[in-house]
């Protein structure tokens, strides 16, 4: 066992990346199943977003392999893509000032 201070930034990164990529699947593997549950619309679009941060995420690994390759770019267009598509549900809900009261 290494003492924390003698491992890398570089490889700290690594494992935080590889962490997130596997939340990601687990998080779009769950809600695909939750959307099979309840057909909502809002769910799909969220289990799209995750899987498309997932792919982004992986693509991102073989950019490292291939630097000269245009993976690096198409990785973040994916990335951007499933952020979008992470808001749209969020995009619904109205953005009108709720009342709890009629006294104030």
């Known amino acids: 066992m290494l003492p924390l201070f003698l491992v890398s930034a570089v490889h700290i990164e690594h494992i ?3 962490v997130s990529f596997i939340l990601l ?3 779009a593997i769950e809600t695909i199943l939750s959307y099979f549950e309840g057909k909502k ?3 799909i679009f ?3 977003g995750l ?3 997932a792919f982004g995420e992986f693509l991102g690994w073989y950019s490292f392999v291939f630097p000269e390759s245009i993976l690096y770019y198409v990785s ?3 990335k951007i893509a499933g952020l979008i598509s992470l808001f749209i549900p969020i ?3 109205p953005l009108t000032k709720i009342k709890f ?3 104030f």
């Open 16 to 18: 935080l990346r590889s």
């Open 25 to 27: 699947v687990y998080g």
């Open 41 to 43: 619309k809002g769910t």
């Open 46 to 48: 969220v289990a799209v």
């Open 51 to 53: 899987s498309f941060l």
């Open 76 to 78: 973040i267009s994916i």
């Open 91 to 93: 995009s619904k809900i």
């Open 101 to 103: 009261d009629s006294e």
